[in-house]
Every structure is written in structure tokens, then in C-alpha cells.
């Protein structure tokens, strides 16, 4: 018997997919979050908008408030950690968190070097705005991937280029020969290793999840249309009117993403969804998504 | 032609299509009731069985896949699945679709770090199979018509009560696939009574 093994940490990805997780700030917001249907939540101390808005530095969240909300729900418990921060990701794993996301989101601890998450039982997920990313991040062990998107904004223009250019270079390298992957490798700066496990797969062997701007039920499911596995929702439903309503909605769009007459009827009456900033007017420093490498 | 569905509301629906094709047989994601109809057997996939209890309600798809039962038509519950099959839940006073007469504990071996990986012997199915166990239920109480097919440390992991298949672990995410074969046989010749 063993435990952390691939199988078993992007095993439990997979079981997350078609589905919605939702970030929350505490145990309320992961009781609503559970009653609604999410595959999972995102234990931290603020969603992104709001991390956005305080600025500073923006770390992992109080062990207490990870530790209320799960707590208080039998789905599994996500949170995050800086990137390249190994003690922040085994406080958490010690914790017995069931995924931390090495993120973006929170300022990063290390500019050069993300985590050896091959070191790690807990399973990784990481965001990711190419393949290449994509691919260097699964070369260090992710057992999942996000696209970075731009978080915190409301606006799912980041993501959508996201998952586009992931996917149309994962269709590239399945088509080529393979005496080609290794130039390709080099130009992606990707490990040739798993640029071969994806032409043998013919898709990434990792689930890859839309994240970074997912606002609307309409926005979840174009994500879901565009290849997404699932959908991560971090400042758009607690930031909404009727949090219970939004979050059931969403995850209604990502299960039946292209049934367009019922997404038409969850999405009335939502109320304002978060107001979304406009990507050109955020400042170099402001872009989360060009954290990391 | 054998005819299996995956219920694909959430969760791992596309391995076990793979598990299925490779066994010969056609596979069909279900994501509406109506579907049920066309299908032999089904296959209540892993996932988050909270998640896909929601869904079933909102689609309404319980009565449909009680009365899938009630046909005789077989059914088999991987992981979440075998949550949604159990006719009683540990902590819970009420079950899903309660078909199969277990009582299963829900996330029984710990948190995702205790997530593992072990070798089975399966009655009936394989000496030593691969099991993927992923914040896994258990079966802790099976009734006298049940019949248990494997034990992982004294905790009953896979079990059939005529009909219906469950299991902890998660069969589809490796490339052994003797225990959905074992299913697929398990539909046959369910199949091959309603004819005669």
C-alpha cells in the first residue's frame, strides 16, 4: 500500500472533473458552496478582488480559518500557498489539506524556483498560460493544472487566451512526428518527457481547469466549450447579490455547458455580478498571471 | 450490441467510457434521464458524491434510476457511485438512490494524503488487481445476499448483491480492466434473460 503516488494524486483531480470549486473565506461561505452543488472549495483569508484591492503582500491564510472550513464540509478542502514557498505548502500539507494551488494569486516567495512538488503527498495544482508552463509545472510534479486567466477581475479575456493556446499546442505536439518533439521541447522550454507522454495520451495527463476571470454561468460554460475540464470560481460568487443562487447557477452551466435555453434561465434575475476591470487598464505590477514562470 | 451508460453529471465519466469500449461494449454518457432508456447497464462513476446528488435532484433522475433498478437492469458504483448505491450512509439518515443492501461509510480511510494505492485479490475477478483508492468510502455492513468480493486490511472494498457492483477504489483509472469486464458480463447476461 502506498500513498502519493501519481495514480492517486491526478486520480484525484479527475474525480473533480465537470465540476465547480469554489473559493470562500469561511465556513459559512463553504456550506453554502457544498449545499450548491461545488466539487470542491478554496480555503483563504480573501478572495482574489479583495486581495487585489488591499494590495501589500498577500500570503497563505490562517491556519484557523483553513481549519473552520474544513470543518464544516465533507467535500474536498483546497487552499493556497506562495509560489516557490515550501514551508507555507507543508504547514498545509500537514494540515491535511486535500490540494494546495501554488499560486499567483498570493505574492510570490520565490522569483527563480517554484516547488519540487514531486516531494510532496498532497497533489499540487499550478496555473499555467501555456503549454510550456504547462508542462514545466507537471515536470515538478503538478497532479493538475488551471489557466492562470487574470484573477480578481471579472473578465475572462485572460483565460480564454489561456486555455486557446494551451490546447492548440497540445493539438501541435500530438500531430508532430516524433523526431520533431525534442526542437519543440527547446522552444517551448518544456520537459521533452512530457511532450512525448502528451503525443502518446493526445491530451495533457493532467486535468486542466479554467480559472483567473470566470464571472457568469455564460462564462463557466464558454470556459467548459473552449476544453476546460472544470471550473474554478474564486471572487465572482460571495462577491454576487445572492451567493447560494450564483453558485448553484454555475454549476448548473458547467454540467450542461452547451445547453444554451437553460443557461438562459439560470442566468436571470443574479443580480450584479462583480463590476470586472478591464485587462489593459491594470499596471505591469498588477498582473497576477505574470507571477511565476 | 451491448449498450453501457456512465452517469455524467461530474466526475471521472470519461475513463470509464475508455474502460468500457475497451472491453468491447458501446459506452454512453448519460446526462439525461430519458437516456436511461436506451442503455443495458449503468456505471455510477467516481466524483463528489454531494456534487452529484445535487445534480440528480435537479435533473430529476432519481426516479429514473430507481426504476433502472427496479428492472433488474445492472448497476455498478465506483467510489461516489457506490455512495450513491448503498441503502444506508454512516452519519446520514437518509441514502441516495438506496439500492444495494450495504451500509458504506463515506471518506472511511482519511484525508487525500491518505490516498493510496493497493493490490487486491478480487473474487471472481483478478488474483492481484490494482486499486486506486481516493478519499475513499467503505462498505462497513453488507446484508445476507451480498456477496463480498474483496478486503483491503478487514474493511470490505468491493461487493455484488445480484445486480449490483460497488466498489471503493476507482477500476478506470488503470489500464486493468478485468473488474468492468466482470460488469459487462454481469449485463449480458442480464440482457440475455429479459430476451428469453
Given at each position: 500500500m502506498i500513498t502519493g503516488t501519481d495514480l492517486v494524486k491526478r486520480g484525484m483531480a479527475e474525480m473533480q472533473k465537470g465540476g465547480v470549486i469554489m473559493d470562500v473565506v469561511n465556513a459559512e461561505q463553504a456550506k453554502i458552496a457544498e449545499e450548491a452543488g461545488a466539487v470542491a472549495v478554496m480555503a483563504l483569508e480573501r478572495v482574489p478582488s479583495d486581495i487585489r484591492a488591499a494590495g501589500g503582500v498577500a500570503r497563505m491564510a490562517d491556519p484557523r480559518i483553513i481549519e473552520a472550513v474544513m470543518g464544516a464540509v465533507t467535500i474536498p478542502v483546497m487552499a493556497k500557498g506562495r509560489i516557490g514557498h515550501i514551508v507555507e505548502a507543508r504547514i498545509l500539507e500537514a494540515m491535511g489539506v486535500d490540494y494546495i494551488d501554488e499560486s499567483e494569486?498570493?505574492?510570490?516567495?520565490?522569483?527563480e524556483f517554484h516547488l519540487n512538488k514531486r516531494d510532496y503527498t498532497v497533489p499540487f495544482v499550478c496555473g499555467c498560460r501555456d503549454l510550456g508552463e504547462a508542462a514545466r509545472r507537471i515536470g515538478e510534479g503538478a497532479s493538475m493544472l488551471r489557466t492562470k486567466g487574470e484573477p480578481g477581475t471579472g473578465n475572462i479575456v485572460e483565460a480564454v487566451r489561456h486555455i486557446r493556446k494551451v490546447n492548440a499546442q497540445v493539438r501541435k505536439v500530438v500531430a508532430m512526428n516524433e523526431d520533431e518533439l525534442m526542437t519543440e521541447a527547446k522552444l517551448l522550454g518544456a520537459p521533452y518527457e512530457i511532450l512525448l507522454e502528451i503525443k502518446r495520451l493526445g491530451h495533457l495527463p493532467v486535468v486542466n481547469f479554467a480559472a483567473g476571470g470566470v464571472a457568469t454561468p455564460a462564462d463557466a460554460a464558454l470556459m467548459m466549450q473552449l476544453g476546460a475540464d472544470g471550473v474554478f470560481v474564486g471572487s465572482g460568487i460571495f462577491k454576487s447579490e445572492n451567493p447560494a443562487k450564483f453558485a448553484r447557477a454555475i454549476v448548473e452551466a458547467t454540467t450542461h455547458f452547451q445547453d444554451y435555453k437553460l443557461i438562459a434561465e439560470l442566468s436571470k434575475d443574479l443580480g450584479t455580478p462583480m463590476k470586472g476591470i478591464e485587462i489593459s487598464s491594470l499596471a505591469p505590477e498588477a498582473r497576477m498571471q505574470d507571477r511565476g514562470w | 450490441m451491448i449498450r453501457i451508460g456512465v452517469l455524467a453529471l461530474q466526475g471521472a465519466v470519461r475513463e470509464h467510457m475508455r474502460s468500457l469500449e475497451a472491453c468491447g461494449v458501446e459506452a454512453v454518457a448519460i446526462k439525461r434521464k430519458e437516456e436511461l432508456n436506451e442503455v443495458d447497464g449503468l456505471i455510477l462513476p467516481g466524483g463528489e458524491s454531494t456534487a452529484m446528488r445535487r445534480l440528480i435532484d435537479k435533473y430529476d433522475f432519481m426516479d429514473a434510476l430507481k426504476d433502472f433498478a427496479r428492472v433488474g437492469k445492472p448497476m455498478f458504483g465506483t467510489c461516489a457511485g457506490l455512495i450513491l448505491l448503498a441503502k444506508e450512509l454512516e452519519g446520514y439518515s437518509e441514502p441516495h438512490i438506496g439500492v444495494m443492501d450495504i451500509k458504506v461509510e463515506r471518506n472511511s480511510f482519511g484525508r487525500q494524503v491518505d490516498s493510496f494505492e493497493a493490490d487486491l485479490a478480487i473474487k471472481d475477478v483478478a488474483d492481484s488487481f490494482p486499486a486506486v483508492f481516493i478519499r475513499a468510502p467503505h462498505i462497513v455492513e453488507a446484508g445476507e445476499n451480498v456477496e463480498i468480493l474483496s478486503k483491503h486490511n478487514d474493511r470490505i472494498v468491493a461487493a455484488r448483491e445480484g445486480q449490483f457492483l460497488g466498489c471503493s477504489f476507482h477500476p478506470e483509472l488503470t489500464d486493468n480492466h478485468r473488474l468492468t469486464a466482470y460488469f459487462v458480463d454481469m449485463v449480458k447476461e442480464a440482457k440475455a434473460k429479459h430476451l428469453v
Open positions: 494569486v498570493l505574492t510570490p516567495a520565490d522569483e | -
